[in-house]
């Protein structure tokens, strides 16, 4: 280290000393290493004397009574008077607390990855599948060609349907998992949820309930039946 760079390095960690004081420091050690110089000791010996830097700044800072064990327990204490402002804050708009907006941070996150994943499944892989399969099954013919014509515009269809059904699924899982949080309950994870939210919306999809009443049998009873038997023969 040389005496420049020695001096620069102390006039950082000095910063909370005054700058008229802090400069009448350098000056000194300059001075003192320039005097060592001309003794006969080379640069580098003349700064090692000084020994380890960080503790010749405490040493100095607590000469001029800057205590520098409290300043560690001041950041702390910032830290500590952010985290609870950051925290009052968001109880505001939902009753979370920091630790909740970071699972449901990261949360959304996984959540967003396995619907990219799904998307390169469903739409690349599957969709150059569909389109070797009917290439082989039709070969190069004038059907084919149209088909593939509108290879592009089939492509961004089915993206766009991927996508509305994601919005879909994102909308949905988050919901459950805002539930979840606000009850504490970490127990069922993102994918889970992913899961029973597919299979419901599956079963709403496949679910034959149209909401109108049952249509009645066109069919007579055999009971009814003979009953008009009888009241015929009578």
Known sequence: MTKSEFLEQ?????????EQERKDILIEYGTYIDDKIANGASEK?????FGDLDELAKEILEAYKINT?????KAD?????????TESFLNKFGNFSVNDIFHLIFDAFVLLVLLYIGRILLIDICLNILMNVFNWIFGITYVAGIVYAFEDLMI?????????????????????RIRR?????????????????FNKEAKDFLKDDDGLPPIPDAKPKKNTLSSKKSTTYR
């Open 77 to 85: 204490k910032t830290l500590d008077r952010a985290y609870s402002k």
């Open 181 to 197: 949080i606000k009850r504490h309950d970490y127990r069922i994870n993102v994918v889970e949820d992913l899961k029973q939210s």
């Open 45 to 49: 010996e003349a700064i090692q004397g």
């Open 69 to 73: 064990d409290s300043m560690d327990t």
């Open 156 to 176: 961004w269809i089915f993206k766009l349907i991927y996508l509305a059904a994601s919005i879909l699924f994102f909308i949905n899982v988050m919901s459950r």
């Open 10 to 18: 102390l006039e950082q960690k000095l910063l909370l000393i005054s």
